[in-house]
């Protein structure tokens, strides 16, 4: 059964200002799975991953991409925040809004273990110490610095990053987490009624086609 894409945004370095000509395009897509399917029991929800001609594209069901809203994931609030629209629905803008004015604390812990992780991968392991490296995991360090201490989303571009200067940004996101003015964690309500509102439209749809 077809399946409904709510909105779709450009993620990676091109959000950042920090592609180049041989950079790969990356997507972020938001489908709905088909009310049939979900009534009947043969949605399966899955989020799935296509390369093509140096274009990537993630795609994740609605349910899922809440979920993870919840949970403080970076990588869903970086795709659904984007700034590069590539297609939106009326659905999709109000959830941007919903997520805009829902940053909390817990995006903490996703943003730290994604740089932690990297800076162990990448730096420690002296698999790819180069100042790109460095500057792709700073830049979403000092994007977690922004969102903690003034609940701002900001995508700038990293340069002249280094593998020491990486320890001493997250000592500072660190201590951004600690003094940051946000709630705890997003106002779950405010979502949880939102795809409510989106399902309802679904089954309205659906009897009326």
């Known amino acids: ?54 274009v990537d594209t993630h795609s994740h069901e609605v349910s899922h991409v809440i979920e993870q809203l919840l949970k403080g994931n970076i990588n869903y609030v970086l795709g659904v925040l984007s700034p590069i629209i590539k297609y939106k629905t009326p659905e999709f803008m109000e959830l941007r809004k919903i997520t805009r004015n829902n940053l909390s604390k817990n995006c903490f812990h996703s943003i ?28 979403a360090i000092q994007f977690g610095i922004t969102l903690l201490q003034k609940g701002k989303v900001e995508f700038k571009p990293y340069t002249g990053g280094t593998s ?17 003015p946000l709630s705890e964690t997003p106002n779950e309500w405010l979502f949880r009624e939102w795809l409510k509102g989106y399902r309802i439209t679904q089954i309205k749809d659906m009897l009326e086609a």
């Open 112 to 139: 730290n273990g994604m740089s932690e992780g990297n800076y162990i991968k990448y730096v420690l392991n002296d698999k790819d110490v180069t100042e790109h490296k460095c500057n792709q995991i700073l830049r």
């Open 1 to 54: 059964m077809r399946k409904e894409i709510l909105g779709k945004t450009m993620i990676g370095s091109h959000i950042w200002n920090m592609n180049h000509k041989d950079s790969d395009e990356d997507y972020f897509e938001i489908y709905a799975e088909n009310m049939e399917d979900i009534l009947t029991n043969k949605a399966t929800y899955k989020s799935t991953f296509t390369q093509c001609d140096g």
């Open 164 to 180: 020491d200067e990486i320890l001493e940004r997250l000592s500072e996101l660190q201590w951004s987490h600690e003094i940051s």
